[in-house]
């Protein structure tokens, strides 16, 4: 059964550090998304891609973070420098869009739960 | 003011109960996305959908494009179905989406 692989699923770092989240989206998907969820703001888009490039990142502080895809089988969440706000559990999620743009289903990975200290 | 509003916050039912969870939003979309998101955390998407009606199983999704609306149905509930129901929007101009605050569904066996 194909998923979508988030790692690492939880992290704890102090503030100021440098943290990179990865995602591995399903094979043959070319839009990848981002989303943040705290219990204060509920669950937020950060950036997606399709066929890796940015589609939309407005959503996404760019002082302080930055979303990546390498290549088609890795996406990556940045954030340097971490601050306590940041504290959330970040999802990716993938899916395919057709050419006209109409967008299946996404699959979501089981996020990373990251605590700034 | 949110984009997105759902309808109610909070549901409990008893094991069989037809369910409604509504969405109702004031941009316009060029789809709208129903999110299942599991007391372990774990989220599921449901439907998308931009016209019409969709079925899954027990699940039912329809959208009022001119009335700015959507329901979620789940027909003969069931325990395994408590989580919390979110909708989303695409914007019809860009590629934003906006998020309701979710509905949190109990059912009681």
């Known amino acids: 059964d194909a998923r979508v692989t988030q790692t690492p699923r939880h992290k704890v770092t102090e503030m100021g550090q440098e943290v990179t989240m990865r995602c591995q989206p399903i094979?043959?998907?070319?839009?990848v998304f981002w989303y943040r969820q705290t219990m204060m703001q509920g669950l937020e888009l950060l950036a997606y891609?399709?066929?890796?490039?940015?589609?939309?990142d407005s959503g996404m502080p760019k002082d302080r973070f930055s979303a990546e895809m390498p290549d088609a089988t890795l996406a990556t969440l940045k954030i340097q420098p971490s601050e306590p706000r940041d504290s959330a559990v970040y999802f990716c999620a993938s899916g395919y869009a057709t050419h006209r743009g109409s967008l299946e289903p996404q699959h979501f990975g089981d996020g990373t739960r990251l605590s700034i200290l | 003011k949110n984009e997105v509003e759902q309808s109610p916050q909070n549901l409990t039912a008893q094991e069989g109960e037809f369910i409604t969870i509504n969405c109702s939003y004031s941009v316009g979309i060029s789809a709208l996305h129903w999110l299942q998101q599991h007391p372990g955390g774990g989220i599921v998407s449901l439907f998308m959908?931009?016209?019409g009606k969709k079925k899954h199983g027990r699940l039912i999704a329809t959208i009022n494009i001119q009335e700015k609306h959507s329901s979620l149905h789940i027909t003969a509930s069931h325990p395994r179905d408590s989580a919390v129901y979110i909708c989303a929007v695409r914007l019809e101009t860009g590629n934003q989406f906006y998020f309701g605050t979710g509905t949190s569904l109990t059912v009681i066996p």
């Open positions: 891609f399709r066929n890796r490039a940015p589609l939309d």
């Open positions: 094979l043959g998907h070319n839009t």
């Open positions: 959908l931009s016209s």
